[in-house]
């Protein structure tokens, strides 16, 4: 017996055991990052209503106004709100994303059921097996 093996445990349920300890940190990470993407969709959300509010005030002081430097300030911040944007929308899709692929990666071995069937003279047995 090795030093890594329990008593009594055969290769197979060691490998079931590490497989399981896999799927649980698969698990517990995808429930870290969506949480995170669906936080970068809300910051992209509260950042197009900004931009909003920003270009309106551009377009009023755009008409009236004939200082370059304030024409200058308001779209430098529009360019950087733009950029925020499509930053929090690149990053909440990847978050988002890689979070789904984890927790169905990692929540798939907890789902396998075997179900069996035994036919003897006489007898018949069904067996469904596997972790719920």
């Known amino acids: 017996m090795t030093a890594n093996s329990k008593a009594g445990a ?5 490998a079931r055991a590490r497989t399981l ?5 698969e698990t517990i ?3 870290v990052i969506v949480p ?6 809300a910051g992209l959300v509260i950042a197009a209503v900004s931009h909003r509010g920003t270009r309106a005030h551009a377009e009023d002081v755009g008409y009236h ?5 304030t024409l200058v300030e308001l779209r430098a911040r529009a360019r950087r709100e733009v950029g925020a944007m ?12 890689a979070g789904a692929v984890l927790l169905v990666r990692g929540l798939r071995p907890l ?5 069996s069937l035994d036919v003897r ?10 972790n719920f």
């Not at 300890?21 to 940190?25: N, T």
């Not at 106004?65 to 430097?69: E, S, T, Y």
């Not at 499509?86 to 994303?97: E, M, Y």
């Not at 789902?111 to 179900?115: G, I, P, Y």
Request: aromatic share 0%; glycine share 18%.
């Open 10 to 14: 055969t290769p197979a349920d060691m």
């Open 21 to 25: 300890r896999r799927a649980r940190g």
């Open 29 to 31: 990470a995808g429930a």
């Open 36 to 41: 995170l993407g669906v936080l970068a969709l």
């Open 65 to 69: 106004c004939n200082d370059l430097d």
């Open 86 to 97: 499509v930053g929090l929308g690149v990053a909440s899709g990847a978050l988002l994303t």
């Open 111 to 115: 789902r396998r059921a075997r179900l």
């Open 121 to 130: 003279p006489g007898q018949a047995g069904l067996t469904l097996s596997g």
